[in-house]
């Protein structure tokens, strides 16, 4: 048996339901991409799975290239998780980031991203959104560098990572980029449900792929409550996204 398929620990992501589906969480040390429309809840998703990283005693660092860090904290004080004392006390970091200059500075550290990650000594990272990343070249030998020099960067860390990414508005099961998907070690979609009359009625969320891991591969309903993302992983699948 070679060592990567020496079955990994699990890392709880934090949202009650997915962890059912996965068997206990993410395979730790991956990267898992969480894709969906705008508004699915990818950002909360996000800052979910660190908080609940914080409150394990672990250490975490959310790397924004979207949202201020004023914008995100709000949302985390919204769902109640204790973000200000996380980031007062050091258990959290929120980066914000410009994409400009991050494309820029990932050409030129290369590895060094992943020893800088290491330093921070954090345990979970987000980054939100490689897709801005993306927007940002048109050259697809280009985009596929970046984005493996980041999934490798984060993997070097040993942290266990979460990258969300847009999904394509026509082809709502993949993501705007077509090549998140092929970096990362897990998929999780997160979509809309619409009714007959094709109005959405609801979110629903797939386990799309999880190295490693023998997860469920049905549809399920969640809902974004006052506490954050809940998974119903004993629903029936009803098909969709
Ligand atoms: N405090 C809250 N309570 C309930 N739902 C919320 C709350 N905050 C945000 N939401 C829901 O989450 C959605 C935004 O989630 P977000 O993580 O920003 O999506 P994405 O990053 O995928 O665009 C909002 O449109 C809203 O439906
Ligand atoms: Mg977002």
Not at 125 to 147: C, F, Q
């Amino acid at each position: 048996m070679s060592e990567s398929d020496v079955p990994r620990p699990k890392v709880p992501t934090g949202v009650a339901g997915l962890d059912e589906m996965l068997g206990g969480g993410f395979p730790a040390g991956s990267v898992v991409l969480v894709t969906g429309l705008p508004g699915t809840g990818k950002t909360c998703l996000g800052l979910q799975f660190l908080l609940s990283g914080v409150a394990h005693g672990e250490k975490s660092v959310f790397l924004s290239l979207e949202e201020d860090v004023p914008q995100l904290t709000e949302t985390a004080r919204q769902f109640h998780w204790p973000v200000d004392e996380a980031v007062r006390n050091g258990s959290l970091k929120i980066v914000r980031l410009d994409p400009k200059e991050t494309r820029q500075s990932l050409h030129r550290i290369q590895g060094e991203l992943g020893k800088e990650l290491e330093a921070l000594g954090a345990t979970r990272i987000v980054l939100d959104s490689v897709s801005l990343l993306n927007m940002l070249s048109d050259d697809e030998p280009g985009r596929r560098t970046t984005l493996f020099a980041l999934a490798g960067a984060c993997r070097a860390s040993g942290a266990t990572t979460v990258l969300t990414a847009e999904a394509d508005p026509r082809h709502p099961e993949i993501t705007r980029d077509g090549l998140s998907e092929y970096v990362s070690d897990g998929v999780i979609l997160l979509g809309y449900r619409t009714g007959g009359d094709g109005h959405r009625v609801g979110l629903s969320l797939r386990v799309l792929k999880m190295r490693r891991t023998a997860h469920v591969r049905t549809v399920q309903p969640y809902s974004i409550g006052p506490n954050g993302l809940v998974v119903d992983a004993k629903a029936v699948d009803f098909g969709g996204p």
